[in-house]
């Protein structure tokens, strides 16, 4: 069955911290894997696409790793900001000629002064 | 502002009703896409359209349709909705039908009393 799984489930960091965000998926076949953004009541935003062949990319304050051999990503955030305060969701696209997204539940992270 | 609008932005109904939610993707976009997000849970891939075709099927339920019409605006209609179909609809868009970028609207409020 193709899963995405992400934790912490929610998440309470001080302005200024880091934190990394973990996610670990069983989806076939993959194609690649995003993490978005997701202020409450909005939609999502994209943050970083990467396929099974990258291992790192950055947006901004924003870096997302993958390690396709052990089906693992993280996203890490450097020096949080109150505007950081959102769901972090990993989603997982399979291959196969069509774009269908395969989404974690999300990490809620906050951000506090 | 992804560029994708959707219409309208909240909706209160009673149960044994049907509803139209509406979605125009960004200019260009030929795929459309329906997510369903409850309550504290992750998106639920719904339906993808394709200049006009559906494309994929995800967990939409029979009393759920969608279409795209030639001007690439696309309608989801829910009936003989039931309190459990309370939910954020999100439409989002893409170029073409493969792994490319999704672009997410903000989104309908569904309220079911």
């Known amino acids: 069955k193709n899963q995405v799984e992400q934790s912490p489930q929610s998440l309470i960091i001080l302005e200024g911290k880091n934190c990394t965000l973990q996610?670990?998926?069983?989806?076939?076949?993959?194609?690649?894997l995003r993490w978005y953004k997701q202020d409450t009541g909005r939609g999502p935003v994209s943050l970083t696409i990467?396929?099974?062949?990258?291992n790192t990319k950055s947006n901004g304050r924003y870096t997302a790793t993958l390690d396709a051999d052990t089906k693992q990503s993280s996203l890490h955030i450097t020096a949080s900001q109150l505007s950081d305060s959102a769901s972090y969701i990993c989603v997982v696209s399979l291959s196969g000629g069509y774009n269908k997204l395969i989404f974690g539940a999300g990490t809620r992270l906050a951000v506090h002064p | 502002d992804s560029g994708v609008t959707q219409t309208p932005k909240h909706l209160i109904t009673a149960t044994g009703q049907r509803v139209t939610l509406r979605c125009s993707p960004r200019?260009?976009?030929?795929?459309v896409y329906w997510y369903q997000q409850s309550l504290d849970q992750g998106l639920q891939f719904l339906i993808q359209?394709?200049?006009?075709?559906?494309?994929a099927k995800g967990n939409i339920l029979e009393r759920f349709s969608a279409q795209q019409f030639p001007d690439l605006h696309s309608e989801l209609n829910l009936s003989s909705l039931e309190l459990g179909d309370s939910a954020l609809y999100f439409c989002?868009?893409?170029?073409?039908f493969g792994d490319g970028e999704q672009y997410f609207g903000p989104g309908t409020r569904l309220t079911v009393t």
């Open positions: 200019s260009g976009d030929l795929s």
């Open positions: 989002a868009s893409s170029v073409a």
């Open positions: 990467m396929t099974f062949s990258e």
């Open positions: 996610c670990n998926y069983t989806v076939s076949p993959f194609s690649n």
């Open positions: 359209y394709y200049n006009g075709e559906e494309r």
